[in-house]
């Protein structure tokens, strides 16, 4: 019989890289241990993109800044802040954040997807993920696709950070299959320093970023066979403890976690109201 295909998408294979224990209270263990209150940053990334999708949901002729408090009103969530009055400071600075990022577009171009989802099989993995957004640009042998990702996180990117990261990669492979043009360069466009970090992939960097994630996924596979074998779990599925403990999930369910400083729920939108730090 023919191996079944590991179905996933960059947070799955990206949880299990971080931590395997926090792959398997995430998606192994059923039912989950429960999960610690919803953190701010999360409701603030959450508004921002999507009030970003509906900007580009408006026609062309209504695309303008004054749309934005309007937009991003609709989808604020509120889970998280520790108060009224940070909520609202929140939703002032991430006003600010959309104004100016939308100044830097041209409302009359249409990208070719917005919270697009593209799918690919390969020999291993049965990917899917959901792209902010993938732009079709003039290239100098045509029109070329360009992976966007927006971040609203307080330290700016570099070029290593668009380099390095596996969910751009897998979706810029996977967008070049989906619609059969090239598709190479992928964005992270930080909105509150309005800074974008670019990396060109070639199709060997592109390989070497899928064939990373094959080798997860046959990580992934081998542990849950071992636990079906009759392995402990918490053996196959070590902890990986650090400094992310402090914003999991799971840090109440987990042995490792439970020495880790809690944080607060609004600890990291405290910071965005600090101003952006480019490094
Ligand atoms: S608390 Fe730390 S060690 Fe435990 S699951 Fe979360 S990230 Fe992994």
């Not at 299990?16 to 241990?33: E, G, K, L, M, Q």
């Not at 899928?210 to 542990?223: K, P, S, V």
């Amino acid at each position: 019989m023919p191996e079944r295909l590991f179905v996933c998408t960059p947070s799955k294979l990206g949880a299990y890289t971080d931590c395997p224990r926090r792959y398997r209270y995430s998606y192994v263990d059923r039912p989950a241990p429960p999960k610690g209150p919803p953190w701010a940053h999360n409701s603030l990334g959450a508004s921002v993109h999507t009030a970003l999708r509906n900007w580009y949901a408006l026609p062309a002729d209504r695309r303008g800044s004054d749309a934005l408090p309007t937009l991003l009103k609709g989808t604020w969530v509120r889970e998280g802040y520790r108060d009224e009055e940070q909520e609202r400071a929140v939703f002032r600075r991430a006003l600010e954040w959309l104004e100016s990022y939308v100044d830097t577009l041209d409302p009359d171009q249409d990208p070719l997807g917005v919270e697009r989802v593209v799918a690919v099989k390969t020999a291993v993995l049965a990917f899917n993920g959901r792209a902010d957004r993938i732009d079709s640009r003039p290239g100098p042998d045509g029109p070329q696709l360009v992976i966007v990702d927006y971040k609203t996180g307080r330290t700016g990117l570099d070029a290593d950070d668009a380099r390095g990261s596996q969910a751009l990669a897998l979706y810029a492979y996977a967008a070049e299959r989906v619609f059969r043009q090239p598709c190479r360069r992928v964005e992270l466009h930080h909105l509150p320093s309005g800074t974008v970090a670019a990396h060109d992939h070639t199709p060997e960097s592109l390989a070497r970023q899928l064939g990373r994630a094959e080798d997860t996924a046959r990580d992934i596979i081998a542990a849950e066979r071992a636990v079906t074998d009759g392995t402990d779990p918490d053996e196959a599925f070590p902890v990986s403890p650090g400094v992310r403990c402090g914003w999991c999930d799971y840090r109440r369910s987990c042995p490792a976690g439970a020495d880790a400083p809690a944080k607060e729920p609004w600890a990291a939108v405290e910071r965005a109201l600090l101003p952006a730090d480019p490094e």
